[in-house]
T-cell receptor
């Protein structure tokens, strides 16, 4: 079975400090990996994605993530956070099964940036 | 360029009723995916439509059904509503099934 685990439900961090949001997945086949951000009362916005190639992926708003196949992880990082980064962050995987796509999201990590 | 839009924004129904939610995909996109997001949870994949055909389905019962129209807009229909169907329903469109999904703001459904 395929699953996505976000190890931290909430992460408080002070402004301008670095942050890492953890994501682990389980899958017996190759997958695509994504991070999305959701601001209150809004839909999801793509931060970055890994399809293939370089394992370090850079996204919008200064975020980056590293794909680690041996540890089946795709952790999200930002070297210096801002108050405006306060939001819910979701890790997701997708894969093709019999020519169709299935997407699985983690339960989310609430990032709270403190002044 | 118009983004993904969904209607209505909010909806209240009672158990046993039926509901139809609508989604207009972004211009140039032929793929629409639907998700259910319960409070405090991540989105759960319901199904995907690609060029008017279902192209993948999550673990949802048959009372969740959908349509995609020639202009690639889409509907999600839920029959025999249950209390647990209360959630935010998100629609996402993409230019191909494997490409980046762009999400709409969602429809919040409350079942009483």
């Amino acid at each position: 079975a395929q699953s996505v685990t976000q190890l931290d439900s909430q992460v408080p961090v002070f402004e301008e400090a670095p942050v890492e949001l953890r994501c682990n997945y389980s899958s017996s086949v190759s997958v695509y990996l994504f991070w999305y951000v959701q601001y209150p009362n809004q839909g999801l916005q793509l931060l970055l994605k890994y399809l293939s190639g370089s394992t370090l992926v850079k996204g919008i708003n200064g975020f980056e993530a590293e794909f680690n196949k041996s540890q089946t992880s795709f952790h999200l990082r930002k070297p210096s956070v801002h108050i405006s980064d306060t939001a819910e962050y979701f890790c997701a995987v997708s894969r093709i099964t019999s020519g169709t796509y299935k997407y699985i999201f983690g339960t989310g990590t609430r990032l709270k940036v403190l002044a | 360029e118009t983004g993904v839009t969904q209607s209505p924004t909010h909806l209240i129904k009672t158990r046993g009723q039926q509901v139809t939610l609508r989604c207009s995909s972004q211009s140039g996109h032929n793929t629409v995916s639907w998700y259910q997001q319960a409070l405090g949870q991540g989105p759960q994949f319901i199904f995907q439509y690609y060029r008017e055909e279902e192209n993948g389905r999550g673990n949802f019962p048959p009372r969740f059904s959908g349509l995609q129209f020639p202009n690639y807009s889409s509907e999600l229909n839920v029959n025999a509503l249950e209390l647990d169907d209360s959630a935010l329903y998100l629609c996402a469109s993409s230019s191909q099934p494997q490409e980046t999904q762009y999400f709409g703001p969602g429809t919040r459904l409350l079942v009483l």
